[in-house]
């Protein structure tokens, strides 16, 4: 929730800056003491280092309008709350992992989404602030908007199934690594086919970023190759 209404005051290139990738680390070092090597460190601070490159040279009018509006201190505060849930939450995904190896992750998913709607539900429809009955109306009177939303969450539901896959086998700073990846991915391509050409300095985090993964994956590959040869 605050990750959507910090979009209402600063841009979402600049929400990219508040990176999910050091919350994870950090809150997992903090609260559950987990341990990351140095080559860990080491990749996340290239693949963060370079979108923090990229989002502080797009200097467009539209950026600089959000960034000088008076209300960035309420979406930079709400960022801030939002990569401390985040981060809480994904390191507990790594404890439960950890602690009951039985749990798989669709019993992450449903405990997520259960808890989830019960929350939401309580407050859409008891809260004086909430619309969980207008939203119910506005869906009789536009039937065409409820199969949108069902569509919508339908899809949402299939793309959690990989998304909790990947934490239960790789770990959720891995699952952290990809999503942050496509953001950028999807921001680089984005600028190029809207005709927008890359700065010089906006290529060099796009190396930055791109360095950051290949090494990750040889880290991997290395890491691999000396369980095969011990086994």
């Known amino acids: 929730m605050s990750s959507m209404c910090c979009f209402l005051v600063i841009e979402f290139m600049t929400d990219l800056l508040i990176f999910h990738l050091h919350a994870v680390m950090l ?5 559950y003491g987990i341990k990351y090597t140095l080559p860990e460190y080491m990749c996340t601070f290239l693949v963060a280092g370079g979108v ?3 989002a502080l040279a797009k200097t467009s009018s539209k950026t600089i309008s959000k960034l000088a509006h008076p209300n960035a201190p309420l979406g930079y505060g709400l960022c801030f709350l939002n990569l401390a849930f985040d981060g809480f939450t994904n390191a507990t995904q790594d404890s ?3 602690r009951y190896p039985k749990t798989s992750a669709w019993d992450i998913m449903l405990g997520m ?3 989830g709607t019960i929350y939401n539900m309580v407050y859409m429809f008891s809260s004086p602030t909430g619309s ?3 939203a119910v109306q506005f869906c009789r009177e ?3 908007a409820a199969w949108d939303i069902f569509l919508f969450c339908l899809c949402g539901a299939v793309g959690q199934n990989f998304i909790f896959l990947t934490i239960s086998r790789f770990g959720s700073l891995a699952n952290t690594t990809i999503t942050t ?5 999807s921001i680089v391509v984005s600028s190029l086919l809207s005709g927008n050409p890359l700065s010089t300095k906006q290529w060099s985090s796009v190396i930055m970023v791109f360095s950051g993964l290949s090494y990750q994956i040889y880290l ?3 890491k691999l190759q000396k369980k095969r040869k011990s086994t």
Do not use: D
Not at 181 to 185: A, D, E, G, P
């Open 27 to 31: 809150m997992g070092t903090l609260v």
């Open 52 to 54: 923090s490159v990229f």
């Open 96 to 98: 439960i992992s950890a």
């Open 113 to 115: 989404n259960l808890w």
């Open 132 to 134: 969980g009955f207008e």
């Open 142 to 144: 536009h039937p065409e």
């Open 181 to 185: 990846t496509r953001k950028f991915v």
């Open 220 to 222: 991997k590959w290395r």
